[in-house]
């Protein structure tokens, strides 16, 4: 399962855009209880970058790919050499005096403020160009539910010698992610 939050051995430990009462709860377990059943659980957005490594858009690329899923807040999965560094939280950086940045530069933040594709997409740049020098990755990778309307925005941002391309499995990496990781040992 993908789960909104960063896990860590089942324990849930921030509770960004879920209910705060999750932290320091097991979530394994709840799940494993209700559902009478084995489960692996991970966060949603490293189960992205997973799939993405494993059968996307950064399947054999060497070096530091970042993913970035835009939706409800900014889910984020640093992978190296195609292993995932677990419960990066981009979206907490602080951009512009705004912390947690994904408060602004979020999908949600674009809905909510009825933004233009080219206000969102540069707006959303800014928050690429602090991600590049915080994570400084050799591929970017923007996913999540923003990712059907790559061709809205994908001009605004593109910047400097990093690649920027969409997610090859779009809204659906997480889904692919956690299913693999259910089948892999």
Request: negative net charge; without cysteine; aromatic residues 10%.
């Amino acid at each position: 399962m993908g789960f909104p939050a960063v896990v860590r051995r089942g324990w849930v430990s921030t509770a960004n855009n879920i209910d705060q009462s999750w932290i320091g709860i097991n979530a394994l377990d709840v799940f494993e209880s209700i559902l009478g059943r084995e489960v692996r659980l991970i966060n949603d957005a490293d189960a992205a970058g997973l799939a993405e490594t494993r059968y996307g858009a950064a399947k054999d690329v060497d070096g530091k790919v970042l993913v970035l899923t835009f939706g409800t807040g900014i889910g984020s999965a640093l992978l190296l050499d195609g292993k995932l560094v677990p419960n990066i939280e981009a979206g907490q950086l602080e951009l512009n005096g705004i912390r947690p940045a994904e408060k602004n530069y979020s999908a949600k933040a674009r809905r909510a403020e009825d933004l233009s594709w080219e206000e969102w997409g540069t707006r959303a740049r800014e928050y690429l160009i602090l991600a590049n020098e915080v994570f400084t990755p050799d591929l970017i990778v923007i996913g999540g539910g923003i990712s059907k309307y790559w061709d809205e925005y994908s001009s605004y941002v593109t910047f400097g010698e990093v690649r920027t391309i969409r997610a090859a499995l779009a809204n659906d990496a997480g889904i692919i992610g956690a299913a693999a990781l259910a089948f892999s040992d």
